[in-house]
């Protein structure tokens, strides 16, 4: 008995190109270009015509759900080379006032909680922070980029040792591409 194949395709927009090298996935858009690994012995990528196909052999629960996480980030390339995804974060203080400045592809954070030595923050390359006021603006083609250099800043301004309820500085992730979150 033969094995039932399992396929997802995605429709290519107009103006984007999709090359596949092995497991190595190339999108270029108007907006630049990404690429995106996917490893897995038993899922296939091909491009016909206008769709990008994954295809298995093997028709089990676990390639199942590999192939509609490979159309996601698949999906993910796509968006981001047509529109950028951004985050914006709030900067929260309530005991002393925060100064930012961007050097190096670094968030330097200068008297958080009053203290002396400067807090950093490194910020992935392709993304770009935008420092206006209290809100920080990060945005670029890569998702994936995006949200970890948007967490990595949340997480440097994380308070240990003190009580939440009184010391509720810090920065904060308040919107995901336009929506808000709290």
């Known amino acids: ?37 996917l490893v897995n012995p038993k ?13 298995s052999s093997e028709a089990t629960k676990r390639e199942k759900t590999i192939i509609k996480t490979f159309k996601a980030h698949v ?11 951004t985050y914006k974060l709030k900067v929260c203080t309530a005991h002393f006032p ?6 190096d592809n670094i968030l330097i954070i200068k008297n958080f909680l009053g203290e002396r030595k400067p807090r950093t923050a490194k910020i992935i390359s392709g993304v770009d922070v935008k420092i206006d006021n209290d809100i920080l603006t990060v ?11 948007s967490a990595t800043i949340e997480q440097t301004c994380k308070i240990t040792n003190r009580d939440r309820r ?11 591409d336009g929506k808000m979150l709290r």
């Open 166 to 176: 009184v010391f509720q500085d810090g920065i904060f992730i308040t919107e995901k």
């Open 98 to 103: 925060v100064d930012l400045s961007i050097n």
């Open 139 to 149: 945005s670029g083609i890569n998702k994936e980029d995006v949200g970890q250099t």
């Open 1 to 37: 008995m033969k094995a039932k194949q399992l396929k997802e395709q995605i429709d290519i927009p107009e103006n984007v190109q999709i090359e596949v090298d092995g497991h190595l996935i190339k999108v270029k858009g108007p907006l630049g270009e990404s690429q995106k690994k």
């Open 43 to 55: 899922i296939k990528f091909s491009k016909e015509d206008k769709k990008f196909l994954i295809v």
């Open 75 to 85: 999906k993910n390339l796509i968006k981001g080379v047509m529109e950028n995804y």
